[in-house]
Structures are given as structure tokens and as C-alpha cells.
């Protein structure tokens, strides 16, 4: 099985930072895609930033400039770093990744973590 373990939400003022971690563990034989998505109470999920396994990144128009997504493949975490918080980033952040089991190769599974708590004050 696999596990998405995240740390690194709280409670900051605006303009602060924060940096989320997320490690994968368990049966994985590769990961391609990982990314962090958040959603505020009645609101959908929403993509905020993501990163492949060569290092290509992508991000919520909402979020650039502000945000920094990077990754570790040998340690299959990856990290988000937020700084110039708002109070419009206040939201569950929930850490995505796409990767292969060890004992199934035939496809690529999606997996999220348990999501952590981000609560911006003005």
C-alpha cells in the first residue's frame, strides 16, 4: 500500500510563509506527476502547483511568484514553499501523486494525502 504523508500547515499573518512537505512511502516503483491541490470549504479542488519527474513545474496563475514547488526523486517527497501568504490562501492542502506500484507496472495510480490545514490572517 501507499501512504502521502504531509506536514508543515498552521496558522500564519499575512505576508508570512509557510513550506509543506509531503512524503510518499510504501510499494512504489516509480513516481511521475507530484503536486499540491487545496480546497476551501465550498469550493472545488483547485491545482496549485505540480512537478514531474524531469523538474517541470506548473502553477495556478494565483499562486506565482509566490509560491515554489521542488522535489526529491530519491527520497519521493516533494515540498511546497508559500511565501507573501493571503488570506485567499487559506484552505486544506492536499499533497497528489501519480505513480506506478511495485507490483503492477501496467498503470500509473492516483494517490492524495490526508491534506493539512493552511489558515492565513490579515
Known amino acids: 500500500q501507499v501512504q502521502l504523508v504531509e506536514s508543515g500547515g498552521g496558522l500564519v499573518q499575512a505576508g508570512k510563509s509557510l513550506r509543506l512537505s509531503c512524503t510518499a512511502s510504501?510499494?512504489?516503483?516509480?513516481?511521475?506527476?507530484m503536486g499540491w491541490y487545496r480546497q476551501a470549504p465550498g469550493k472545488q479542488r483547485e491545482l496549485v502547483a505540480s512537478i514531474n519527474s524531469g523538474g517541470s513545474t506548473n502553477y495556478a496563475n494565483s499562486v506565482k511568484g509566490r509560491f515554489t514547488i521542488s522535489r526529491d526523486n530519491a527520497k519521493n517527497t516533494v515540498n511546497l514553499q508559500m511565501n507573501s501568504l493571503k488570506p485567499e490562501d487559506t484552505s486544506v492542502y492536499y499533497c497528489?501523486?501519480?505513480?506506478?506500484?511495485?507490483?503492477?507496472?501496467?498503470?500509473?495510480?492516483?494517490?492524495w494525502g490526508q491534506g493539512t490545514q493552511v489558515t492565513v490572517s490579515s
Open positions: 510504501g510499494s512504489i516503483f516509480s513516481i511521475n506527476a
Open positions: 497528489n501523486a501519480v505513480l506506478q506500484l511495485s507490483g503492477d507496472l501496467r498503470r500509473w495510480s492516483n494517490y
